[in-house]
């Protein structure tokens, strides 16, 4: 079942096109990452299916309900960050609770006082004494104290600490565990890449990829490094199925594994090699590939183009596969 | 109907209001007590500033030389330029916070994202301001009696009278709510709804004061807010105002409906 459907969904700002018939299903009970660069729509289509803005063409469902129509039945089962938090200046965390819980009908201080502790919220602290941070905090708390089936966050973790933000992850994997959905906004892929089961990426307010990070990774090219004992040896060295080399110079080769990594571990146990490092599939590199716009055929040419101009860091510091 | 709103927006609301009722109770107190001292230098005053008595009988809602100065000084805390000027500036504070004000502070996301209607929101907000006039009017009315009651002056008409006068007052603060309420609908920022409907009852207040000096505002008022809320009118005749209480309702009800049917429209952007 889906529990997000956007029907050719569009936004038109005067003559500007903010949102290009966006077509969307989310799963229920899935992490799904909502990317793409500044002013690509995300906020823009998130507001339309809280019911903020009213779509220019198609439609929006939540759990089955038209957003814009029905927007009160969506919003009873939906827990919303909204990207650029604001909430009224005399509110403090204990208040809130109360006074939400009466708004939706339902008691949430239970809950929201147990989420506050987690985050470490003053209780009675006002708005307008908390920082940034502590303001996202008890936004997060307000989103989650009435335990909804759908949580749509724009970018929660842009003013949190690391702490924080473990404590937020260990929470949303825990909803979906128990049968909740996340539409996670986020500009950090490397969050995105630890914490969602799908992405869909927008640009210029259009759908650019819409795929699991499975999918994304089987696409995704794997970097390999190999670090020779001499000089000699690695010129005796047998050439390895599946790797382009890109800097054969030196003791130290790197390349870009085209075919099964299996086969490249394989050969490097053959091989007279002091150090080997077979890198994660890099879905960073995919990402920018979208984000610039240079993916319109294929996600292993966007990958491959990408990977040219970037700085090369050293891959004995990174994560790998090591011998 | 929301009660969760309803407290949301009293919480919003009551200090503002607080501040505006105590200085209307003051003004009119003190107006209560001291003007009986000033009665023959302000009968003087009257006959010697012709001007005077012709911006004070138009405000009075009536003709020059109809006015006696202990009629014009009994009921000048309701035609008071800083009388109207409170009970204006608490309609146009309370009636710019939705959706402009939400909007102009950030806080509409977080307000309409929970599981209420556009209509709840409105009229909760509509309810809390509806209250908050009626104390306004009421304390103004409280304070006028009071100050009267300690110099001992004459009224010039019953309580009743002022009751209706009071009313009458109320009536013309609901329709400043309702015209900055459709403002409001229409904006997306507060300052800007303050300014507009700031500006429409400063065009309302000249047509009104101005009115007995040239022909042409004389007939133009008609279109001024004023012009149905006269006192002398309700005093001299003794009777219910009806055909002014109508006008200012239904202005009233066309504005806040109007800025309800925009408000089920409108997109809430962020500015």
Redesign the interface.
């Known amino acids: 079942m889906s529990v997000i459907r956007l029907e050719a969904i569009s936004k038109r700002?005067g003559l500007r096109l903010a949102v290009t018939a966006i077509t969307l299903e989310v799963p229920q009970a899935t992490m799904f990452g909502f990317l793409g660069p500044n002013g690509s729509g995300k906020?823009t289509t998130i507001?339309m299916l809280?019911?903020?803005?009213?779509p220019s063409a198609g439609t929006a469902y939540v759990l089955g309900w038209d957003c814009w129509r029905q927007?009160?039945?969506v919003?009873?089962e939906?827990g919303?960050l909204?990207g650029?938090?604001?909430?009224?200046s005399?509110l403090t965390c204990r208040e809130a609770l109360r006074?939400?819980?009466?708004?939706?009908g339902r008691d949430m201080t239970r809950h929201g006082l147990d989420l506050a502790g987690q985050f470490g919220l003053e209780l009675d602290l006002r708005v307008r004494a908390m920082s940034r941070g502590t303001r996202q905090k008890l936004?997060l708390v307000?989103a989650l104290a009435h335990a909804p089936r759908l949580l749509i966050l724009d970018e929660p973790t842009a003013s949190l600490d690391p702490l924080t933000q473990e404590t937020l992850y260990g929470l949303l994997r825990r909803a979906v565990s128990d049968g909740a959905t996340v539409l996670f906004s986020s500009h950090t892929l490397a969050e995105v890449e630890d914490l969602c089961s799908h992405v869909a990426i927008l640009r210029e307010g259009r759908l650019v990829a819409n795929a699991s990070l499975d999918a994304l990774r089987a696409q995704a090219s794997r970097r390999v490094t190999v670090r020779w004992q001499s000089l000699d040896s690695a010129n005796r060295a047998t050439p390895a199925n599946g790797v382009e080399w890109s800097d054969r110079s030196g003791l130290q080769w790197r390349g870009e594994v085209r075919g099964s990594a299996a086969d490249v571990v394989r050969w490097a146990a053959t091989q007279p090699i002091e150090d080997f490092v077979l890198e994660p599939p890099d879905l960073r590199q995919i990402f920018q590939g979208f984000y610039v716009g240079d993916h319109s055929s294929s996600v292993d040419r966007a990958a491959r183009r990408s990977l040219g101009p970037s700085p090369q860091p050293s891959p004995w510091e990174g994560e790998g596969v090591r011998r | 109907m929301?009660?969760?709103?309803i407290?949301?927006a009293a919480?919003?609301v009551w200090g503002g209001t607080l501040a505006f009722a105590a200085g209307l109770f003051a003004f009119e107190l003190l107006l209560g007590v001291i003007l009986p001292a000033f009665q023959k230098e302000f009968g003087e005053m009257l006959g010697q500033f012709s001007f005077l008595q012709r911006i004070i009988a138009a405000l009075l809602g009536t003709k020059v030389g109809t006015v006696t100065p202990a009629t014009a000084l009994g009921l000048l805390g309701w035609v008071h330029p800083l009388v109207l000027a409170l009970i204006w500036a608490q309609a146009i504070v309370i009636c710019s916070r939705f959706p402009a004000g939400e909007v102009d502070?950030?806080?509409?996301?977080?307000l309409?994202?929970?599981?209420?209607?556009r209509t709840?929101v409105f009229l909760s907000e509509a309810f809390a301001f509806v209250l908050a006039a009626l104390f306004i009017a009421g304390t103004g009315l409280l304070g006028n009696l009071i100050g009267g009651w300690i110099s001992g002056m004459d009224r010039p008409g019953s309580p009743r009278t002022f009751a209706w006068i009071t009313l009458n007052l109320y009536a013309l603060g609901l329709t400043v709510g309702g015209v900055t309420s459709l403002l409001s609908a229409l904006c997306d920022r507060r300052g800007r709804t303050i300014g507009i409907a700031f500006g429409v009852l400063l065009v309302s207040f000249f047509l009104s004061s101005m009115s007995s000096f040239n022909a042409l505002v004389d007939k133009l008022s008609i279109l001024s807010l004023l012009s149905y809320y006269r006192p002398y009118q309700i005093l001299h005749e003794g009777a219910f105002p009806f055909a002014d209480l109508a006008v200012l309702l239904s202005i009233s009800a066309g504005t806040w409906l109007l800025g309800w049917l925009i408000l089920l429209?409108r997109?809430?952007?962020?500015v």
Do not use: C, H
């Open positions: 700002y906020t507001r809280m019911g903020l803005l009213k927007s009160e039945r919003k009873a939906v919303y909204p650029d938090l604001r909430l009224p005399w006074l939400f819980g009466r708004v939706r936004g307000l | 929301n009660i969760g709103l407290q949301k919480r919003e502070r950030g806080t509409v996301d977080v309409m994202s929970l599981p209420v209607t709840t429209r997109d809430f952007r962020i």
